[in-house]
């Protein structure tokens, strides 16, 4: 019912800024929860943020709170994460995800298939 497709990742150095993009298909994609997880190799999967449909509610680990910020354009069908003052643990492949009632620190219905962000010198 939904299909999700991650862009913008890439190398970015340490303090530095990027911005990824999720591409939703479906015509009920305005009324879905969205939000972001990653997964670094050795490391467990790890829930990044959530936002709800409107985009009013807004929702971020400790680990990135203040630093990444989630925001939805329901028009073009697209969610971004913007990602500031970039760490190396940032290191991960980051999913975009979305579910038809909430995305908790847990779980959700759909996943894209990630995308590479690497912070390093």
């Known amino acids: 019912q939904v299909q999700l497709v991650e862009s913008g990742g890439g190398l970015v150095q340490p303090g530095g800024s990027l911005r990824l993009s999720c591409a939703a298909s479906?015509?009920?994609?305005?009324?879905?929860?969205m939000g972001w997880f990653r997964q670094a190799p050795g490391k467990e999967r790890e829930f990044v943020g959530r936002i709800s449909w409107s985009g009013g509610r807004l929702y971020y680990a400790d680990s990135v709170k203040g630093r990444f910020t989630i925001s939805r354009d329901n028009a073009k069908n697209t969610v971004f994460l913007q990602m500031n003052s970039l760490k190396p643990e940032d290191t991960a492949v980051y999913y975009c995800?979305?579910?038809?009632?909430?995305?908790?620190?847990?779980?959700?219905?759909?996943w894209g298939l990630g995308t590479q962000v690497t912070v390093s010198s």
């Open positions: 995800v979305a579910d038809r009632v909430l995305v908790t620190t847990t779980s959700a219905d759909y």
């Open positions: 479906g015509r009920t994609f305005s009324t879905y929860s």
